[in-house]
């Protein structure tokens, strides 16, 4: 079984830059997650959709942050303007339904300089 | 709202047994994870718990109590490459059933 795909894996971009992460999950997850991985942290829940829709999107600074799983499948997050603070690996998780186990991506790590 | 605490780092030699604690609390409690964090990769699943009690899965145990806001994983015959972060995770079913993730305890194996 394919795993959760994340790309890409590695990204520098200049403070004040626009930034897009990619991930497809796993074939026939409905339940998709975007997290932040602050170094020496535990992920913190950006958004959570549930096939298209948006769960809950409390804790995503909305005034940079966007996300969208338009066909239910794939999804991308995007970050405009990036501050240093953005700094982070951005995890895609998924599951089959809302509260089963999540899988992981590899993760992509964002160095804003 | 979510408070889970467990130990920043541990060591333990190649060979013994070593428990990781966590402690938390939250409003709908509907289950605990446990995952296993190498460094630069992403965290995979170690183990689930709803019901109080241990679970066992080979070389490592989770173990929970929900009238204590506790749960710990218990490595046995560690090996070198368990040297990774642990991360706690508890799902909260008043808030559409996410998880909510401990700061993860980095566990160094030595020889």
């Known amino acids: 079984e394919a795993g959760v795909a994340q790309s890409p894996r590695y990204k520098i971009i200049e403070k004040r830059q626009s930034v897009a992460f990619w991930c497809n999950p796993i074939s026939g997850h409905a339940t998709l997650y975007w997290y932040q991985q602050i170094l020496g942290q535990g992920p913190k829940l950006l958004i959570q959709?549930?096939?298209?829709?948006?769960?809950?999107d409390s804790q995503l600074p909305k005034d940079r942050f966007s996300a969208e799983r338009l066909k239910g499948v794939d999804s991308t997050l995007k970050i405009q303007p990036a501050k240093l603070e953005d700094s982070a690996v951005y995890l895609c998780a998924s599951s089959f339904n809302r509260g089963g186990e999540a899988f992981f991506g590899q993760g992509t790590r964002l160095t804003v300089v | 709202g979510q408070n889970i605490d467990q130990p920043t780092e541990m060591t333990a030699t190649e060979g013994a047994i070593v428990q990781i604690n966590c402690t938390y609390q939250t409003s709908g409690f509907n289950g605990l994870f446990w995952y296993q964090q190498h460094a630069g990769e992403a965290p995979t699943f170690l183990s689930y718990?709803?019901?109080?009690g241990l679970e066992e899965k080979g070389r490592f145990s989770s173990f929970l109590s929900r009238s204590k806001g506790y749960s710990y994983l218990l490595l046995k015959e560690l090996q070198m490459k368990d040297s990774a972060s642990y991360l706690c995770a508890v799902r909260d079913q008043n808030t559409g059933n996410q998880f909510y993730f401990g700061t993860g305890t980095s566990l160094t194996v030595i020889p």
């Open positions: 718990n709803v019901l109080d």
């Open positions: 959709f549930q096939n298209n829709g948006v769960v809950d």
